[in-house]
């Protein structure tokens, strides 16, 4: 079974600044996709990037981009510029290929706070 | 497009008693997922259906979780008898289809309190 391990359960940064969540994951298949999800205090999971393991080209969507090290089995999220409503949870997730809506595996968490 | 809608927000019952979530996907969304969120962990598969049918129930507690989803579209689940441990955040998602990579809409959580 696969596992996703998110080993900074707190992180911080100064408005404006660049932070690095990271993220390591446990798998045996070659095809698989990857995402970061954010949860506000408010508990909505909203999809902030994904990855797909057989592209080389790490995801960008404005300020967030991954460090997606396929080898290492590592998927790390950057913010960058971080605004104050980028405080949140953010999770990690694995979802296999083998059937196309399986479920997502989340890692535990990284809480973020953004100080003024 | 109005986005996945579960009820109640909030839900406070004793150890023992019953109780019932409500989920209603975003139209036409196939596929419909239940997760619980124990505080400080991520969320876990409870069932997946892919319409009306069950997919996947392996992680589903079956001797006291129940869930169905009559006519493929809104949902239920339900806990009895309820148990200290159930005390966690219920999450509803969905998806569109059977194509690969389409991302799984969640909707706001139902969180369970247990005395």
């Known amino acids: 079974a696969q596992t996703v391990t998110q080993s900074q359960p707190e992180m911080s940064v100064q408005e404006a600044e660049t932070v690095t969540l990271s993220c390591t994951y446990d798998?045996?298949?070659?095809?698989?996709?990857l995402f970061w999800y954010k949860q506000p205090p408010s508990r909505q999971m909203i999809l902030v990037i994904r990855?797909?393991?057989?592209?080389?080209q790490n995801a960008t969507e404005n300020r967030f981009s991954v460090n997606f090290q396929k080898a290492a089995k590592s998927f790390s999220l950057k913010i960058s510029d971080s605004q104050l409503g980028d405080a949140a949870m953010y999770f990690c997730?694995?979802?296999?290929?083998?059937?196309?809506?399986?479920?997502?595996?989340f890692g535990k968490g990284t809480r973020l706070s953004v100080i003024a | 497009e109005a986005g996945v809608a579960q009820s109640p927000r909030y839900k406070i019952i004793e150890k023992r008693q019953s109780v019932a979530f409500w989920c209603n996907p975003i139209?036409?969304?196939?596929?419909l997922y239940w997760y619980q969120q124990i505080l400080g962990q991520g969320p876990k598969l409870l069932i997946q259906?892919?319409?009306?049918?069950?997919?996947?129930d392996s992680q589903l507690p079956k001797d006291r979780f129940s869930a169905e989803r009559l006519k493929g579209v809104d949902s239920t689940l339900k806990i009895q008898p309820a148990k200290l441990e159930d005390s966690a955040v219920y999450l509803c998602?969905?998806?569109?289809?059977?194509?690969?990579?389409?991302?799984?809409?969640f909707g706001d959580g139902t969180r369970l309190s247990i005395l």
């Open positions: 998602a969905s998806s569109p289809g059977l194509q690969r990579n389409q991302p799984q809409h």
């Open positions: 798998t045996s298949e070659s095809d698989y996709y």
């Open positions: 990855q797909e393991a057989y592209k080389q």
């Open positions: 997730a694995y979802r296999s290929p083998t059937s196309g809506n399986t479920p997502l595996v």
């Open positions: 139209s036409g969304h196939a596929t």
């Open positions: 259906f892919q319409n009306n049918g069950v997919v996947d």
